[in-house]
């Protein structure tokens, strides 16, 4: 079974559809039990930093996730709340990454929140398996997590940070592989063989 974690966040439908595509059903919860249960989970999302790690903590969710052994995955936010501290509202998060997460300076003009498509840069390790250097993703995000031994891919938006990271069953990735094509279905199937 496969797990998406349902919290105050948006966007959770688009990454329900692409494991459809991907012939996998998801069960969409905030249930401790049923993520503890689950052979694998999804933490998908675009939102706001503080707002969502208080739905976690109110809900004993925090905890849950940093035990769970199963491998799982953060997508945009997942990525963000998986990290240290996020300067979005001054966010205490998990502290599975030791990183920590910026906000977009939008020096040279660039727009932020930065929205389209980027290249991964070196990408490696499991989540990257068939997908090529400078393959493109889909971005929509305002703040990023810092390069760090940690990231499996990068990728630059005015400057350097982590596309993805990992730390033993713990996956993240800023981009939205729900949004990024073939590219990103293969990242999913990757994802769900592991």
Request: proline content about 5%; charged content about 20%; some cysteine.
């Amino acid at each position: 079974m496969i797990a998406v974690l349902k919290y105050n966040a948006g966007n959770v439908q688009s990454v329900l559809f692409a494991l459809e595509r991907l012939g996998v059903e998801a069960v969409w919860t905030d249930d401790p039990a049923t993520l503890q249960a689950a052979d694998k989970v999804i933490f998908p999302g675009q939102g706001e930093a503080s707002s969502a790690m208080r739905y976690l903590r109110e809900r004993g969710l925090d905890e849950v996730l940093r035990s769970l052994q199963q491998p799982v995955l953060g997508i945009c936010i997942g990525l963000q709340l998986f990290c240290r501290h996020s300067e979005e509202n001054d966010t205490r998060c998990l502290g599975i990454f030791d990183v920590e997460v910026r906000k977009f300076s939008g020096v040279g003009g660039l727009k932020v929140p930065q929205m389209g498509w980027n290249q991964l840069i070196a990408p490696q390790g499991p989540l990257f398996v068939g997908v090529p250097e400078g393959s493109f993703v889909y971005f929509v995000h305002s703040y990023f997590a810092e390069q760090h031994p940690a990231a499996t891919a990068l990728t630059d938006y005015g400057e350097r940070f982590s596309a993805a990271l990992q730390h033993d069953n713990f996956h993240a990735v800023q981009f939205h592989p729900e949004k990024s094509g073939a590219v990103g279905q293969r990242i999913l199937q990757n994802f769900l063989n592991i």
